[in-house]
């Protein structure tokens, strides 16, 4: 496995793959401590995370994600999520139903997505406008959402 520290504007990400596809790409609080063993995806998806906060509307789409064990329905609402436009937002009911999933669903979904940024989990947004969840980490949905928009 390998595996790469990416420093960014809102925290170290850590982001591991195997030779072929991304395994995960975690936002942390500190970035001390974690192995680094990065290998030419890593490396790519390292220069695509500073285009991203360059403003350089880096999407991540081409990014090969590595969905072993993952059901259908779970890597459909995270190719349906990778598809929403920089700045725009989706409600859990309208990208759950494209998927066969409830919102409740689609937001669990969201919730347990390994693929930070990468599966743009912060343009998910409850239908009346609330930003809703993001794993305790509310603030860091409202500044991205805000980031992309400002472009």
């Not at 982001?15 to 790519?44: D, H, I, Y």
């Not at 509307?57 to 090969?64: G, K, S």
């Not at 329905?73 to 494209?98: D, F, H, M, N, S």
Request: with cysteine.
């Amino acid at each position: 496995m390998y595996s790469l520290l990416i420093p960014t504007p809102i925290g170290p990400l850590f982001a591991r793959a195997t030779f072929q596809a991304l395994l995960s790409v975690e936002l942390l609080v500190l970035g001390e401590g974690f192995p680094e063993r990065p290998n030419k995806l890593l490396r790519e998806v390292s220069k695509k995370v500073d285009r991203y906060f360059a403003e350089k509307n880096e999407t991540f789409l081409e990014l090969p994600l590595d969905y072993t064990d993952f059901d259908a329905r779970r890597v459909a609402l995270y190719e349906q999520v990778r598809l929403i436009p920089l700045g725009e937002t989706r409600g859990y009911a309208q990208v759950g139903r494209l998927c066969g999933l409830s919102p409740r669903a689609s937001g669990a979904g969201m919730r347990a997505s390994p693929f930070f940024l990468v599966v743009p989990a912060q343009r998910v947004i409850h239908a009346d406008g609330r930003l809703g969840g993001f794993a305790g980490r509310e603030g860091v949905k409202e500044w991205l959402l805000k980031f992309e928009r400002s472009r």
